[in-house]
């Protein structure tokens, strides 16, 4: 998980809603050498994991960090939370979805 928030504080969110446990890496943005739109992040979290870009998909929902996804070599998608869809995509998203369980976003998840 990539989190622009300090480390206390995004464990500290993670841990109220009781899904700290769910993360192997947390990539914080203010302990990398780069933030967003730089690809630095998600290119620290692929290394981390093991991954390679074509092995990997970001769901993003701001124009930086979906650049930034898409300028590391992911599969970018991103999430229609508070972002248009056309912003999104001129980023570099290479689809969107509206939340976590639309259709779509299980059919990206099948394809890749």
């Known amino acids: 998980m990539l989190e622009p928030a300090c480390r206390p504080n995004a464990e500290m969110m993670l841990n109220a809603i009781d899904k700290l446990e769910w993360f192997d890496e947390l990539i914080i943005g203010d302990e990398c050498e780069k933030a967003k739109p730089d690809p630095m992040p998600y290119l620290i979290a692929m290394d981390r ?3 390679s870009p074509d092995k990997t998909i970001v769901i993003e929902d701001s124009p930086s960090g979906a650049a ?23 980023a570099g ?20």
């Open 93 to 112: 998203c290479k689809a969107l979805i509206k939340d976590y369980e639309d259709p779509a976003l299980w059919e990206i998840l099948g394809s890749t």
């Open 49 to 51: 994991l093991g991954l």
């Open 68 to 90: 930034a996804g898409a300028a590391s070599g992911a599969f970018t998608v991103g999430i229609l939370s508070s972002q248009p869809g056309e912003a999104l995509k001129k």
